[in-house]
């Protein structure tokens, strides 16, 4: 049976979130666990037979250096326990983690990518903006599969040279309620 490990910073807002308890709800050959990054209260509740790992990262406060060291630790012990035969990113820092693990340890890396459109190459003039997608640019060939949920941000991502391995799978996420009857929320 394969064994994902999620990435996601937390079950607190309603997109990618929604999609990642759905894919965990309704998958039965795969055994799910997931990494909450961030300190915040879950919105979703996740099934009983998923095991949730929370590394307590507040990016409010960012922590101290020693703080983060140690939240690296535990998920290196995650891993070690867990041994994922997939890691699937949720979010920037998801995708950063899934591609080192893909080029460090061989573990298969799939980023599910549910963020705002960004600017065509031209417009970036926000430089953590454009060191965000030199880093995506860079670790792009370490994703085994990138997923993006429109033709328009697949487009959009190849203008910015990320164009192999992209798939476009479009999510039922109704964007104007982000709720549902079947999950129940925390």
Known sequence: MARA????PSLAQGGAERVLVDVVTHTDDVEHAVLLLEDLPDFYRLPDSVRVYRLGISTARRGSTLRRLMAAARAGLILLRLRPTVVVGWSYVGHVA???????LGIRSVWTCHFPLPPSPGEVTDPVEAQ???T???L???ADAIHVPSERLRVRLAEHGIVERV????HAVDVSRFQSREVAHA
Do not use: D, F, K, N
């Open 5 to 8: 490990l999620h990435i996601i």
């Open 98 to 104: 899934a591609a080192t693990l893909r080029r460090y």
């Open 132 to 134: 965000r997608l030199e």
């Open 136 to 138: 995506y640019r860079r």
């Open 140 to 142: 792009a060939p370490w």
């Open 167 to 170: 798939t476009v799978i479009s």
